[in-house]
């Protein structure tokens, strides 16, 4: 859970900032190849859109490395129990925290707000997607095969030699249902035309509507829009990634009109026709209701007739080289971004706590310290809970009935909470300062006085406070050894090893029945 939260915000956060950088130099590349075909340009959006997907998604997974993973836990782990240090010292040590493994750590709220409304972009954007794909399957299934019009066939047939291969056909449906011709169908695809269309008997009409629709089929558009819609989702919530889908349709419209341009009609009539089959569509409401491809899919009809009208052509050596330009341009940058990622992480619940306003953090300490005392003081300190629910008082032989008195319970059930407490904040600070492994110190133990190992253990000598060494204080593993030496049978030798450098602090042999000696 915490490395999907982990990889969900590196993700997001980064992508913000990574997409806009990717789209502005989408941006700039197609102002260079302004002059250019529009495939070009058509070719650059679709990579903006591949890589505003896959550089945020890289980076993410970059953290999902062993050696990532195993330098984040560690970090985490050690300084998980520290109720009672101070703000500074908490603060200092979510600092050192983010510093050593380089990520941005989040407040929790933050982060779940963040992840909530991303969640919540993506299922819109999800359940409007859902919804054009019912839309463009109703229109679909509603249309009526077109047959028995030879002269709609003898267009149709002219538009497929000049654009189709040989041997591919096209399939033409009418509905009442749609305004202007429209393209669908993913391994099948149909051309739709409005029923006002055919009833016109328009030939420039005609031939300009099927051709440029015969032109989304040879470039399979219907397919590729549907990826493109999937890639889309993710990245829903970014208002770059919406101008990088716009562009994709756009430029993919003026794509088709060159191609009908140059093959089946001249620019000007094109453009005649263009004007009359455009104006009566509604883009922006049929966009928003399917899926299909068409020749209104761009909101861009002024900008359409100006590009057939006044085309520009480059000489191929200074079109190789704008375009290798304008390659390194995109990709060469957008790459490099990815050692500039970012990693962002949930701040864990108990260092949360730790970021609490220093009043607060100083009054719960204080209630703490005086309920360790009041406890101490009304119980004392020779206390022991009893199997039979009794707690027994060694200093005066006093018993307390803890079942009949809820007072002493709730105060006997603080106390054991504080102990328990002191003792995981100790064996955290035990845990943090260790430098040598348990093994390790078994191994150094064992290679003074060889034998078996009956138990070993981590502790330290002279606390300041609870998670706070003294100056003389020393962190050591107690290692017990037990070996038939000089006949002396069952002979226990205790080895202190200091857990920071690896050296013997002592040495002590214990024989049984006897009491202990020192070596």
């Known amino acids: ?222 397919a590729f829009n549907l990826v493109y819609e999937l890639l889309y989702l993710p990245l829903s919530f970014h208002p770059c990634v919406a101008l990088i889908r716009r562009r994709i349709r756009q430029t993919r419209e003026l794509s088709c009109d060159e191609v009908v341009a140059e093959r089946i009609m001249t620019a000007e009539v094109y453009a005649r026709s263009l004007i009359k089959l455009a104006s009566s569509a509604p883009p922006l409401q049929r966009l928003s209701v399917s899926t299909t491809v068409g020749i209104a899919d761009a909101d861009i009809l002024e900008a359409r007739i100006m590009s057939l009208l006044r085309r520009t052509k480059l000489d191929t050596r200074r079109k190789r080289v704008i375009l290798i330009a304008v390659s390194l341009l995109l990709l060469v940058p957008c790459l490099a971004v990815a050692s500039f990622a970012m990693k962002f992480d949930l701040t864990p619940a108990d260092e949360a706590a730790l970021v609490q306003e220093p009043s607060q953090q100083e009054k719960e300490r204080r209630e703490k310290d005086a309920g360790e005392v009041r406890v101490r003081t009304e119980l004392g300190d020779e206390m022991t809970l009893t199997a039979d629910g009794t707690y027994t008082s060694t200093d005066g032989g006093k018993t307390w009935r803890i079942a009949n008195d809820p007072q002493i319970r709730e105060k006997v059930m603080a106390k054991r909470e504080l102990e328990f407490k002191m003792s995981a904040i100790r064996q955290a600070t035990l845990i943090r300062m260790a430098k040598i492994s348990m093994d390790q110190a078994i191994q150094v133990a064992t290679s003074q006085k060889p034998g078996k190992v009956l138990q070993c253990s981590l502790d330290a000598e002279h606390w300041k406070e609870p998670g706070v060494l003294a100056e003389d204080g020393f962190v050591f593993y107690h290692v017990m050894l037990v070996a038939n030496e000089d006949g002396e049978t069952g002979a226990v030798t205790h080895v202190l090893v200091n857990a920071v450098d690896g050296s013997v602090i002592k040495t002590e042999k214990e024989l049984p029945r006897t009491g202990r000696r020192p070596e």
């Open 1 to 222: 859970m915490r490395n999907s939260s982990q990889l969900l915000l590196t993700f997001l956060l980064n992508a913000c900032w990574q997409i806009a950088l990717v789209a502005a130099l989408a941006s700039f590349s197609s102002w260079l190849l302004r002059n250019s075909a529009a495939r070009f340009r058509h070719w650059i959006w679709v990579a903006a859109l591949l890589l505003s997907l896959g550089i945020p998604v890289t980076t993410s997974w970059q953290i999902l490395t062993p050696a990532n993973l195993t330098a984040f836990q560690t970090s985490t782990t050690e300084p998980e129990i520290q109720p009672l240090v101070t703000v500074n010292t908490a603060r200092a040590e979510l600092r050192n925290l983010s510093v050593s493994t380089g990520a941005f750590l989040l407040n929790r709220t933050t982060a779940i707000v963040l992840l909530s409304i991303y969640f919540a972009i993506v299922l819109f954007s999800l359940f409007r997607l859902l919804q054009a794909w019912a839309t463009t399957k109703q229109l679909k299934n509603g249309a009526v095969p077109l047959s028995g019009d030879k002269h709609v066939e003898e267009i149709l047939t002219r538009c497929s030699n000049a654009i189709m291969r040989a041997g591919e056909g096209v399939e033409i449906r009418t509905s009442t249902a749609v305004t202007v011709p429209i393209t669908t169908g993913t391994f099948n695809p149909i051309v739709i035309l409005p029923e006002r269309l055919l009833s016109e008997h328009n030939d420039e009409l005609l031939i300009s509507a099927i051709g440029h629709e015969i032109v989304h089929i040879r470039r399979r558009d219907y």
